[in-house]
């Protein structure tokens, strides 16, 4: 079974950053598009940036231009540099791969004070 371990999210003011990390195992992780999730209280959880095996990124548009993901395939980790976080950034964190396993991590929460 897949796992995926994510880590590094904490309370920051709005405008301020911080950088998630997630450790994956037991998966083909090179060849494998990945990408964080969130979700909100009261709301699905979503897709806000994907990065495939190549390199090549994708993101949502309300943290375009703000997050920045990245991986390193010879540690088989995936991060997400979050800068200028809003409130409405809060929300708990997860990473997975595109389309999603069928197994989540148990996410990162990250709370953006204003």
């Known amino acids: 079974q897949v796992q995926l371990v994510e880590s590094g999210g904490g309370l920051v003011q709005a405008g301020g950053s911080l950088r998630l990390s997630c450790a994956a195992s037991?998966?083909?992780?090179?060849?494998?598009?990945m990408g964080w999730y969130r979700q909100a209280p009261g709301k699905q959880r979503e897709l806000v940036a994907d990065?495939?095996?190549?390199?090549?990124?994708n993101y949502a548009d309300s943290v375009k231009a703000r997050f920045t993901i990245s991986r390193d395939n010879a540690k088989n980790t995936v991060d997400l540099q979050m800068n200028s976080l809003k409130p409405e950034d809060t929300a708990v964190y997860y990473c997975n791969g595109v389309p999603y396993f069928g197994s989540w991590g148990q996410g990162t929460q990250v709370t953006v004070s204003s």
């Open positions: 990065i495939t095996a190549a390199g090549s990124t």
């Open positions: 037991r998966i083909i992780f090179s060849i494998t598009r």
